[in-house]
């Protein structure tokens, strides 16, 4: 699906600001032929949750409503016009005018409708229902539960199965764009490089509506000089003297299509693509045929007010930290991101893992590491569906984006019980299917996992692991919590030798400006001792190919004893304010090359 962009064809209206609000208390209908009976408001986009100072509509779990007006220019109204949700979490049924004109279910991925014959002269009223509701056939999964009060109305609750907050709304830019009556409809880039001749062979895919007599791609520079031109909807382009897309070193060409008829250029759009080649090969992850090591984090869209709302200004200083620090990439853990902070990532040379939203397949998740829920898991999860829809979703969204070099198929399911392998082996081939680009995957795996409690790494071409020798395992305990490190690293070294191993989480809760001269657990100075004490490990491992800590910042989590006003494995707060161990993970970073290091 395309990116909206004005182009000479193409004019965006954005939606965001202002928008009604109110939840449903489901007392009596909503009647969507009238405008929403409120007078509250909500700024989008954004998460309704920490713009509102009553605590019950923060917490609020169910239905919520969010209506906007807008008129379109009559300059505009024979054009095909589109409405498109960058996100609507978690679930979204669309009125215009008080007709459904569309559903979507899935709150990380962008879904679009025409809505030319839904439109009026003068004012429309453009009305979203909402849900935030999770259970055990959605992702992420959710535990809910339903009762009635003492009125019979129905209370609705849902306790995360993962550890973020469930913020909700409308996350991501809203827009109405116009396209021409035939136009570009989705770009299907595959670059195939030559390393050693310094040439690419790009393919360019093009699907239309609507008849042209010709498409016409032109590859430009980024001085906005031609490179090449061809013509059809499938076409390949070859580029010499190419200029890489690398790490932290990003070079990106635009391809312009174009749908001509009679001699004119009817519709055009504008995607940017990079070059470069990704592989997994003897244990080591290639990029541009040299292997390269992870340096960064797990990450979350998390910020003050804005929830997991966009938030350009803390994506682009969060960017301007990682660089700072020598860090070359994040994971989009646990779902996929704004497709604006994607495409800041190819322009900055972040390198992307990107993960679907298939958090919490592990029945009962908690904190207390008993799980003891756990071996009904896939016997009692029904996510097959959804699962199968984000993948097709993702890709579809991501597929162009030269900073994606992994997709991770979910985070931490219980894949050390029976019935993993099975739910997760048509998923992988799904995957692997679907992406033009053929990616590598992974899944995140779960510290019960261990080399011989786990299911499904056979699927997987890097292995990634959350691990917490030290934090939620020997707490406390940095030598004991080394001997685990080190065992449990070789035997997956061992286990499977041609697979690159990485660490995609570990970390320590850590209250900013509490300290201990003692190293207590939760004092800046056990945050540095632990990471000192894994960095010392990763670099006695040969495969070992990636170290991404957890988190990038303090984040909001569901209540649990085990969470004080969130969760504070941040090297950073939340603010962004750097907590001791930056400057030891600085250090390290600067001194670590992004290829090479491990021979
Ligand atoms: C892992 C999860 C992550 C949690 C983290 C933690 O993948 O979402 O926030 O551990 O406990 O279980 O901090």
Not at 12 to 27: A, H, P, Q, R, Y
Not at 259 to 280: M, N, P
Request: charged residues 25%.
């Amino acid at each position: 699906m395309l990116y909206p962009i004005a182009t000479e064809s193409r004019v965006v209206v954005n939606l965001s600001g202002i928008w009604k609000f109110m939840t449903d208390k489901e007392v009596e209908p909503i009647e969507v032929s009238q405008p929403l009976p409120t007078n509250e408001v909500v700024a989008v986009p954004a998460s309704f949750n920490d713009q509102t100072v009553s605590k019950e509509t923060r917490m609020h779990s169910g239905y919520f409503w969010y209506e906007k007006e807008f008129t379109i220019a009559k300059a505009l109204r024979n054009e095909r016009l589109v409405l498109r949700f960058g996100s609507a979490t978690h679930e979204a049924w669309v009125y215009l005018n008080g007709k459904e004109i569309t559903y979507h279910k899935g709150g990380f991925t962008p879904f679009e409708v025409e809505i030319n014959n839904y439109l009026v002269d003068g004012p429309n009223r453009l009305t979203v229902r909402l849900s935030n509701l999770l259970d055990y056939t959605t992702l992420p999964v959710g535990n809910y539960s339903e009762e009635k009060d003492e009125n019979g109305r129905i209370i609705r609750k849902v306790d995360e199965n993962f550890d973020f907050f469930n913020y909700a709304g409308l996350h991501r830019p809203v827009n109405i764009y116009t396209t021409p009556r035939d136009y570009i409809e989705d770009i299907v880039i595959v670059p195939n490089v030559d390393l050693a001749a310094k040439k690419a062979d790009v393919h360019f895919s093009i699907k239309t509506a609507g008849a042209f007599d010709e498409v016409r791609v032109t590859v430009l520079d980024e001085e906005g000089k031609q490179v090449a031109q061809a013509s059809g909807n499938d076409t390949n382009i070859s580029i010499d003297n190419v200029q890489l897309w690398q790490p932290l070193n990003a070079y990106l060409y635009t391809a312009k299509v174009e749908g001509v008829k009679g001699g004119e250029t009817v519709d055009v759009y504008e995607e940017s693509f990079g070059v470069r080649k990704v592989e997994v090969s003897s244990g080591k992850f290639l990029i541009n045929g040299e292997p390269f090591y992870f340096k960064g984090f797990g990450k979350h869209e998390d910020t003050f007010v804005q929830g997991r709302g966009l938030n350009e200004a803390y994506n682009v200083l969060d960017i301007n930290l990682m660089k700072q620090m020598g860090a070359n990439s994040f994971r989009t853990s646990h779902y996929p991101y704004s497709e604006e902070m994607m495409r800041l990532c190819d322009r900055e040379g972040i390198v992307v893992i990107d993960e679907t939203p298939a958090v919490g397949l592990f029945h009962g998740f908690g904190f207390d590491l008993s799980g003891k829920n756990a071996n009904s898991t896939w016997s009692v999860l029904k996510t097959t569906e959804a699962h199968e829809q984000v993948i097709r979703e993702l890709i579809d969204r991501d597929k162009n984006h030269a900073c994606v070099v992994l997709w991770s198929i979910a985070n931490e399911p219980a894949s050390h019980i029976e019935g993993a392998h099975e739910y997760f082996e048509p998923l992988f081939n799904l995957a692997r299917q679907l992406d033009p680009q053929k990616r590598p995957c992974t899944f995140v795996n779960i510290l019960m996992a261990t080399p011989n409690a786990d299911k499904c790494s056979d699927l997987v071409d890097v292995i990634a692991l959350n691990r917490y020798y030290g934090w939620y395992l020997q707490t406390g305990d940095l030598s004991k919590a080394e001997e685990e490190t080190r065992k449990e690293l070789l035997e997956w070294q061992e286990k499977y030798p041609d697979k690159p191993i990485m660490y995609t989480e570990y970390g320590a809760d850590t209250v900013a400006g509490f300290h201990s001269a003692y190293g207590e657990p939760f004092s800046e100075e056990y945050q540095e001792d632990y990471y000192r004490m894994n960095s010392k490990v990763f670099d006695e491992i040969s495969n070992f190919v990636g170290e991404q800590l957890w988190n990038f910042a303090d984040f909001q989590t569901k209540f649990g004893i085990q969470r004080v006003q969130g969760n504070k494995k941040g090297i950073f707060t939340r603010e962004r304010e750097p907590k001791m161990v930056v400057r030891y993970l600085s250090n390290r970073w600067n001194n670590i090359p992004n290829f090479g290091y491990k021979k």
